[in-house]
């Protein structure tokens, strides 16, 4: 399908089958056999959202795992161990994520932490020794400040002072308009180095991506195409459709009739509308790879529209098709 | 993998999406893209096995949905009627599938029954239109009897009166003893044309498979290599590997060192024991693929040592190996 980069989560895979496992088999890439690029997350991410009685102090965040209840404390020099032992290819600083909204001296405190926990990875980064699987792994720096231009900016430059190989910018897309999304990702990456990637977290929605492109950013990642699959939300250059829908029973077109994926090109909406209700494990598996498809597919035209200079165009066009809604 | 035949149960498809449906579309080839050949089974094993409420009466069974409790019946006619409509290569007539153990009266009547039906099928299969997505599409008759022999031999040869393309032993494997099912098997086949296909329903064991080839069965079909997989229950030359096991989580070996399956040239048994652990859709994925490559090979195994008329040496070779355990 052309995946060059896929995201494993640090949080998950410390917890099971733990970080010392997949060192011991080899690093993450040989353990799931993937050929390509892996990113890792730091785990903070998941801990905010997942995990118990978490406890965030100036020395790491204290936790207790989802799973088994048993009580961990990630640090920023525990983020770098854990990422060196599974070996990712990009790996990522320990950064504190808030909720929106969120005061102005929340913001300001969790930024100081994060530039902080920051440099103390730099330092673990530098005083050990690079990761057995994949030494040429690189860590990026996470941009914070919530929902505060003038925080974001500052927070960025300072990370810029610590020169990390890439940045992202983390904590957005928590239930804030989408015009402050903008905001906020355009505040931080016209303070980041343009020839390094500029990667925003946890993002998005079809109808944002461009969006966050026009504003400078690289590289996303995002739970939406294979989640919604698996919920029966398919993506199509139409809008959004749910394949568990009645009339969807006996249509026999594919999802999405200019789509070029093999699912489009072989299976009707009345069967994948079949298998969806029935439970088969089939309906995640096609269903996963048509909304993975469209979004990669997503991508590259945007990368061709920046070749040919007509984002802008493109962008209009392609949310104006959207918002026709399916056909 | 070199799948040439696959089983759709019609008692699934009737309930769920329902097979005018699938006729709409074009026939359960084209409704799930799948270019081999598919059997059909009458819908009668699924009715006694999963149906609610089910009641035999000569015309046919009375049944409730599992789904929906919705009230259906099944007859003879019914059957040629709903498998005609899914367009199966080789379809299957109604017979009664009883339990064991059965009385001698019981057994004698569900075998009359059982040929009744045949014969109803049959008229129903030569008065009616053949299959409009699969105008080739045969039907096979079904051997019923119980546990006794002689009402095995003698329901074979009324039904070999009838002149169906193909037979079927069935209600076998229903918790009698091994040497039962392989008596009763012997007993059918030695009645049955041997140019015909002779199909066993519902088997078997790896253990068990070459028992019954040499008994002159020449097809079977069997839900231990796919509900096992899901179970994490996988097939070795050595014996079964229950994947979830502690000693796997850290053992870097794959499956079974002699297969050439893809998944045991890509992965450990570590990884398959976390993904397993770790409920992921790709435990099921990876472990349907091994279970039915083991059970693929098995069968091309004992077709090359029938050929080169060693069966016996391979089969008591390959039984010596199972009982031998997990290496």
């Given at each position: 399908m052309g995946v060059g980069l896929l995201l494993s989560?640090?949080?998950?895979?410390?917890?099971?089958?733990?970080?010392?496992?997949?060192?011991?088999?080899?690093?993450?890439h040989r353990f799931m056999s993937w050929p390509g690029a892996i990113l890792t997350d730091s785990g903070g991410f998941q801990i905010f959202s997942?995990?118990?009685?978490?406890?965030?102090?100036?020395e790491g965040v204290r936790f207790r795992s989802h799973i088994d209840g048993s009580e961990h404390m990630l640090t920023p020099e525990k983020a770098v161990e854990v990422q060196r032992a599974l070996g990712s290819d990009i790996a990522m600083v320990l950064d504190e994520c808030i909720e929106y909204?969120?005061?102005?001296?929340?913001?300001?405190?969790?930024?100081?932490?994060?530039?902080?926990?920051?440099?103390r990875c730099r330092e673990a980064i530098d005083a050990g020794a690079p990761s057995a699987s994949t030494p040429s792994q690189v860590f990026f720096a996470i941009v914070q400040g919530g929902g505060y231009a003038d925080l974001r900016r500052e927070n960025a430059a300072r990370l810029v002072e610590l020169d990390f190989p890439g940045y992202a910018v983390g904590g957005l897309a928590v239930?804030?308009?989408?015009?402050?999304?903008?905001?906020?990702?355009?505040?931080?990456?016209?303070?980041?180095?343009?020839?390094?990637?500029?990667?925003?977290?946890g993002v998005g929605k079809p109808s944002q991506?461009?969006?966050?492109?026009?504003?400078?950013?690289?590289?996303?990642?995002?739970?939406?195409?294979?989640?919604n699959a698996r919920n029966g939300c398919l993506y199509t250059r139409h809008g959004e459709l749910h394949i568990k829908n009645a009339p969807y029973m006996n249509?026999?077109?594919?999802?999405?009739?200019?789509?070029?994926?093999?699912?489009?090109?072989?299976?009707?909406?009345a069967y994948l509308c079949h298998?969806?209700?029935?439970?088969?494990?089939?309906?995640?598996?096609?269903n996963t790879h048509?909304?993975?498809?469209?979004?990669?597919?997503?991508?590259?035209?945007?990368?061709?529209?920046?070749?040919?200079?007509?984002?802008?165009?493109?962008?209009?066009?392609?949310?104006?098709?959207?918002?026709?809604?399916p056909s």
């Open positions: 989560n640090t949080y998950h895979l410390y917890l099971r089958p733990g970080h010392e496992l997949i060192a011991q088999m080899g690093g993450l997942l995990a118990d009685l978490r406890k965030v102090t100036d909204p969120a005061s102005r001296e929340r913001a300001l405190g969790a930024a100081e932490r994060t530039v902080n926990w920051a440099r239930g804030e308009p989408h015009e402050i999304t903008c905001e906020m990702a355009d505040a931080a990456a016209s303070c980041l180095p343009a020839e390094k990637p500029r990667y925003m977290m991506i461009a969006d966050y492109v026009r504003c400078g950013i690289d590289m996303m990642d995002c739970v939406l195409p294979t989640r249509d026999p077109r594919p999802i999405d009739e200019s789509c070029g994926c093999m699912v489009c090109r072989r299976y009707s909406r298998l969806f209700r029935s439970h088969e494990i089939l309906a995640s598996i096609l048509h909304n993975l498809f469209f979004f990669l597919d997503l991508m590259r035209a945007i990368r061709e529209a920046i070749a040919f200079g007509n984002l802008s165009r493109f962008s209009s066009e392609f949310q104006a098709r959207l918002e026709a809604g």
